[in-house]
């Protein structure tokens, strides 16, 4: 039978072979380090917790909720970004609570496309990105560039070359995956970019609070007027290790806010009440428990990159990020990066997350995320040193094991 239209437009997932092979190792007893999912392995604070357990025993708070989220909630969210960026938002028409910014994102795209439009994205990124347009019936024009001097003449033949133009382009920075990280003039110059062109700008600012070297990365909307074509999403996943509780948020413009929670209204009632409270009621904290995961974050990176780099595998250090974005050693780049991240679960016991899986443009490398505590990042390297040791002696034996079925 013929797949769907929309089904036919997504590609294989990529990250699928490899769960699957993690899986086959763990079901033969393998002990596999996984370095792959970014799914964050600190628990919730106690204090968010208990706010969630003392809400959700008031039988009121079981009902259907606010699909555009609590006014308490969306009233935090204003006042976090007034402490953190210096940024007044209008919590009723500026602010809508979002189940993570993957639906934020997914949902805009629903909203705001039109068969045939061009957003333009960078390539590697986080798949929704691109993704959430193509399902949505848009066109993806690639951006493979860092957030330099290169980035505005790559937006200037990206609309030259774009028929029709342009209607939004994708920013993500800090960067998932690449753990690039955008400067307040960088974000000044985009903004005028896009007010010249009329393109609306998306902001995936889910890693704001995941930094390590003492310069908290900024908002675009910070930049004077970027309000006028920006909408932001953030995410409390990683921030408050909250990645199963699904909260975040969509802030900024208000014509496009608009066409979002519109668009929500008619696909959810909005996370649990209970949620919503508890997410509050962290928004509203004193910092502590950003500033602890933070630091938990900051060790970590700093054992990857002395471990691995020990192992023979040099890792650049990411600045921002739960992620760091590693070359594929020199020996085995040839083979992609699916193919190397096959050979990691095989021979070292080790998952990673293949580059190609977030655009083309990033085979030659692999994501490696800080969700292992610091003694298995530390196994990791030593399983990965064996490895690397061995196929340098018998080159032939690294041939992927799932080359052969």
């Not at 595998?313 to 699916?338: C, D, K, N, Q, Y």
């Amino acid at each position: 039978m013929e797949e769907f239209h929309k089904v036919r437009r997504l590609p294989p997932y990529v990250f699928e072979q490899v769960n699957r092979l993690k899986a086959s190792a763990r079901s033969r007893g393998a002990d596999i380090i996984d370095l792959g999912m970014g799914n964050p392995d600190l628990p919730t604070p106690k204090g968010i917790v208990d706010k969630l357990c003392e809400v959700v025993r008031d039988p009121r708070t079981h009902r259907y909720s606010s699909s555009r989220g609590i006014p308490g909630l969306r009233r935090a969210q204003a006042n976090y970004y007034a402490r953190r960026f210096g940024v007044k938002l209008n919590p009723d028409t500026q602010i809508v609570a979002t189940l993570g910014s993957k639906e934020g994102f997914a949902n805009m795209a629903q909203a705001i496309t039109a068969p045939g439009d061009v957003i333009l994205c960078p390539n590697p990124t986080y798949p929704i990105h691109a993704f959430g347009f193509i399902m949505s019936g848009g066109v993806i024009r690639s951006l493979q560039v860092e957030p330099d001097d290169g980035f505005i003449p790559a937006l200037e033949r990206g609309v030259r070359h774009s028929i029709p133009k342009p209607l939004a382009l994708i920013l993500n920075y800090p960067s998932n995956p690449t753990a690039l990280v955008a400067s307040l003039d960088f974000y000044k110059d985009v903004v005028a970019f896009a007010k010249k062109n009329d393109i609306i700008i998306l902001s995936d600012l889910a890693y704001s609070e995941i930094y390590f070297d003492g310069n908290p990365p900024p908002s675009v909307l910070q930049v004077p007027g970027a309000i006028d074509v920006c909408v932001e999403f953030t995410s409390m996943s990683k921030t408050f290790s909250m990645p199963g509780w699904r909260m975040g948020f969509a802030v900024g413009n208000e014509r496009l806010i608009s066409a979002l929670t519109r668009v929500k209204s008619y696909l959810d009632y909005g996370a649990f009440t209970p949620i919503q409270v508890a997410a509050a009621h962290a928004l509203n904290g004193d910092g502590a428990d950003i500033a602890e995961v933070r630091d938990i974050y900051h060790k970590r990176r700093d054992v990857m990159v002395d471990a691995f780099g020990r192992a023979g595998w040099t890792v650049p250090a990411p600045a921002a990020s739960m992620f760091a974005w590693a070359p594929i050693p020199e020996p085995f780049r040839h083979l992609g990066s699916l193919e190397f991240s096959k050979l990691l679960i095989e021979h070292a016991d080790v998952a990673v997350a293949p580059g190609v899986g977030f655009g083309e443009h990033g085979d030659d490398f692999v994501r490696l995320a800080l969700v292992e505590n610091e003694h298995r990042i530390r196994q990791a390297a030593r399983n990965i040193k064996r490895f690397l040791s061995s196929s340098a002696k018998q080159p032939n034996n690294v041939v992927p094991l799932s080359a052969h079925r």
